[in-house]
T-cell receptor, first 115, second 113 residues
């Protein structure tokens, strides 16, 4: 158990819908990362938040957005869902030691299926 | 841009034997970190081992060790005394000046009794 929690574990929805994925980081971790794992794209970085503020953006679609709340939990919002958005979405957290060995610990993931 | 390449889509090993998974990367950065993550059928991403690029000594964690060749930009994972529970996808990952992890495509390891 990494200490990172994600809900829900599974999500099945229809095209055009909107969903919210939730992540709680490990105790003491200030940085949260979202990754997408799909068959065709592999594991890709989406976005990072650090202490409530957006820190870095990766290959995140405009239909997707995220935020980190004062209690440090994070939510990833996916809207106007398409079949291709079906994937495993991981949240990871770290302390974030600038320039140092900062290890990311992953949650169990949320499996999103868009029908 | 940094890239990570895992050229072995699948590997197999007999229980109690040793297997080496390959990983190469491309970067122009001088300071970076390398990781191996394991993804068993449960899909959980589990950290196996990590290496700081400035350290010449290869990292070791119990039965897992790496062969880090900085000049060759190679970071292979050696699993000794393989166990059935080692069967999983293994991902090599790079972290440079940005905080994000860049992953390879993974190697599926099968362990036979």
């Amino acid at each position: 158990d990494s200490g990172v929690t994600q809900t829900p574990k599974h999500l099945i929805t229809a095209t055009g819908q909107r969903v919210t994925l939730r992540c709680s980081p490990r105790s003491g971790d200030l940085s949260v990362y979202w990754y997408q794992q799909s068959l065709d794209q592999g594991l890709q970085f989406l976005i990072q938040y650090y202490n409530g503020e957006e820190r870095a953006k990766g290959n995140i679609l405009e239909r997707f957005s995220a935020q980190q709340f004062p209690d440090l939990h994070s939510e990833l919002n996916l809207s106007s869902l398409e079949l291709g958005d079906s994937a495993l979405y991981f949240c990871a957290s770290s302390v974030r030691i600038a320039g140092g060995l900062d290890t990311q610990y992953f949650g169990p993931g949320t499996r999103l299926t868009v029908l | 841009a940094q890239t990570v390449t895992q050229s072995q889509p699948e590997m197999s090993v007999q229980e109690a034997e040793t297997v080496t998974l390959s990983c190469t990367y491309d970067t122009s950065e001088s300071d970076y970190y390398l990781f191996w993550y394991k993804q068993p059928p449960s899909r959980q991403m589990i950290l196996v081992i990590r290496q700081e690029a400035y350290k010449q000594q290869n990292a070791t964690e119990n039965r897992f060790s790496v062969n880090f060749q900085k000049a060759a930009k190679s970071f292979s994972l050696k699993i000794s005394d393989s166990q059935l529970g080692d069967a999983a996808m293994y991902f090599c990952a790079y972290k440079g000046n940005t905080d994000k992890l860049i992953f390879g495509t993974g190697t599926r390891l099968q362990v036979f009794p």
